[in-house]
């Protein structure tokens, strides 16, 4: 929880743990957020949700933004951490704070918020896929000047079928029509993975394979998506940072 200091503080609510690998190379999905977000003289907590640890309503006040990880789990799940979870980001909502989700939190912002989230009908996506932006996306202050289409890494096999009352669809691709959502400036939504460099997604790639999650055609695709496309890591990263930031 935050202490008594006077600079900015954000939370990272950690819904989901990494793969060894990426546990010891980056220190899981709660510090790949921060190490993409942090700038000097801020104060980041990581509160493992997943463990049905949450901030008190007085707490949640003592933060500036917050940022949702992704997950194993699935945001339509049940479970009693996933359904406070969801009480959390209402309360949020309500007091009009700076929430950033990505993948599972894209999602579980979506259904905590009155969307609908659940399992893809197209399946996995896995790799690198162009994300076509909207207008809406390009007229936003945290996203001016930005190319049509961003390539971003994807990793998911549910998505978003139905956007919260208010919101905005700011980008879609080819198998999922809402990459990126927002509910006015206080609430984004991204399907992707900007906190993910190349590495990442090809060990999850191969565990997933590994596991008998996905075929190895479809590996072998995923594989060829990121080995052959440069994603566009820097660009949805600023648009994270600006988001949250001002």
Known sequence: ???????????????????????????????????????????????????????SHQQLDEYDGFV??????????????????????????????????ICFGHQILARALGGMTGRASVGWELGIRDVTITEALMSKPYALNLHPVLKIIESHQDQVSEIPLGGELLGSSERTRIEIFAV??????????????EDVILDLIESRLALGLISEEMANNAKMSVQETKPDVEALQNICKKFLKN
């Open 184 to 197: 006015g400036n206080h609430i984004l939504g991204i399907q992707g993975h900007p906190e993910f460099q």
């Open 68 to 101: 949702l990880t992704g997950s194993r789990h699935d945001a339509h799940g049940n479970e009693e951490w996933i359904l406070q979870l969801c009480d959390v980001l209402r309360v949020l909502h309500g007091k009009q704070r700076k929430v950033l989700g």
């Open 1 to 55: 929880m935050p202490d008594d200091g006077s600079s900015t503080r954000f939370a990272v609510f950690l819904a989901g743990y990494s793969s060894s690998y990426s546990q010891e190379k980056y220190g899981g999905y709660g510090q790949m957020c921060i190490d993409m977000l942090r700038d000097p003289g801020e104060t980041w907590d990581i509160i493992p949700v997943l463990e049905g640890m949450f901030p």
